[in-house]
């Protein structure tokens, strides 16, 4: 990535840097990859990342919009998404989030649990409506990433066990103000081995045939999404292997006639268009070690302090085949998990140099917080 660095001048840092060109190709990508196949509908997941531009961009490009909460479906119609392409997930919908959801007649409400589905049924019987609904199962798919981003596993809480399914798609049928539209899967994110999309296919064939046995017409299959992109070279590579990813359901997932598959993507979409650009502060002499102290910390960009996530650092400003020094690169709040890089080797850094923090569009600037009374940092989108 080339970073437009005199059009950093006079921006206040940390703010977030995103590259619209590589946003744009990668939507072209995602685009091009799923029109291969008849049926395949793409959402961008929007809690990866709710920067007005780039969800302007998104829009642009024709997606739909996954949202996990009220406030999350706000944003899409304010962003100008369709209602029709709207659909909804999470463990716990509030009434209200319900409600709004029902007034703005959304695709489709992805629905967690019985009692969930009954609440809906109750709020959308007061409104004179019918929702839409598809039940998420949980696949019980390891997906082998981090454990805090793996939410297919029968220990997780999200979704609705595989042996509760045929009881619970029962209920859905008998409810008047529902209408059964589908299954819904998600099995977590960074997923970077595609085998754990494989695993995922042929549970859902199973449990389609299962139920096509007992006569439930299904209209809708929604995988979720979960892709990863490569963190450690994001210059090799920017865009993210949405052929192999697209392929995989195009030949593992068995669509019955006239059937959707629809997909829920956020870190691929926007992880590699974005960088947090930070200025040094101070470059402190430890005991044995050099520090390198930014202006932006894990109130910024959690994911290093949350997940023991690295992001690639870059001294932006300063020359890149002069000498090389090693220092930890730290942020400046007062908890030690306030750390970006431990050992990097870095063109020599001084104060007032600006680095970035590479891959850091999805799960960076709307995971920021105010810890500390701290600004939430901007964006600038060129
Ligand atoms: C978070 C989430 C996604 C997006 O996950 P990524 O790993 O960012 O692609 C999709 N669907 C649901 C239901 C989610 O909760």
Redo the contacts with the bound molecule.
């Keep these: 990535m080339k970073f437009p660095v005199e059009q950093f001048q006079g921006v206040r840092t940390p703010f977030y840097y995103y590259d619209r060109k590589l946003l744009e190709q990668t939507l072209d990508v995602i685009n091009r990859e799923a029109a291969r196949y008849a049926g395949f509908h793409v959402h961008y ?1 929007v ?2 990342n709710v920067d007005p531009t780039v969800l302007g961009i998104v829009n642009a490009a024709g997606l739909g919009c ?1 949202c ?1 909460s009220g406030g999350e479906v706000e944003v899409c119609l304010k962003a100008g998404f369709p209602a029709s392409k709207v659909v909804f ?2 463990v716990g919908k509030a009434d209200w989030e319900i409600n709004l959801a029902l007034d703005a007649d959304i695709a489709c409400f ?1 629905v967690e649990s019985a009692p969930e589905l009954d609440v809906i049924n109750e709020l959308a019987q007061a409104k004179g409506k019918v929702a839409r609904v598809a039940l ?1 199962v949980n696949p019980n798919v390891d997906a082998h990433t981090h454990h805090y ?1 793996t ?1 297919g596993l029968s220990e997780n809480k ?1 979704g609705i066990s595989m042996d509760m399914l045929d009881m619970i798609v029962q209920h859905a049928h008998s409810l008047p103000n529902i209408s059964f539209e589908g299954l ?1 899967f ?1 099995i ?4 970077l081995d595609l085998q754990p999309f494989v695993d995922l296919c042929n549970t859902v064939n199973r449990l389609q045939d299962e139920l096509a046995a007992k006569g439930v017409k299904i209209r809708t299959i929604n995988v ?5 992109c490569d963190y450690e070279h994001p210059d090799e590579h920017p865009i993210p292997d949405f052929a192999s990813y697209f392929k995989i359901f195009a030949e593992h997932l068995v669509l019955h006639r006239d059937q959707e598959l629809h997909f ?6 926007v992880c590699q268009c974005g960088a947090l650009i930070s200025r040094v502060l101070y470059v402190k002499e430890g005991v044995k070690k050099k520090f390198v102290i930014l202006d932006a910390g894990m109130s910024d960009l959690i994911r290093p302090a949350l997940y023991e996530a690295h992001h690639n650092i870059e001294n932006i400003t300063a020359p890149a085949n002069g000498p090389k020094e090693k220092y930890d690169v730290v942020g400046p709040i007062c908890e030690s998990s306030d750390t970006f890089g431990k050992d990097e080797v870095l063109p020599v850094t001084r104060r007032g140099d600006l680095v970035a923090l590479r891959s850091a569009g ?2 960076g600037q709307i995971m920021a917080s105010n810890y500390n009374c701290r600004r939430i940092p901007s964006s600038l989108v060129l």
Aim: glycine share 22%; proline share 0%.
């Design positions: 997941a809690k990866a996954d996990v997930a999470g992805n998420r981003i939410t999200f819904h998600h977590g994110s960074q997923i979720g999404g979960g892709l990863g829920e993507l956020g870190r691929s979409v999805a799960y």
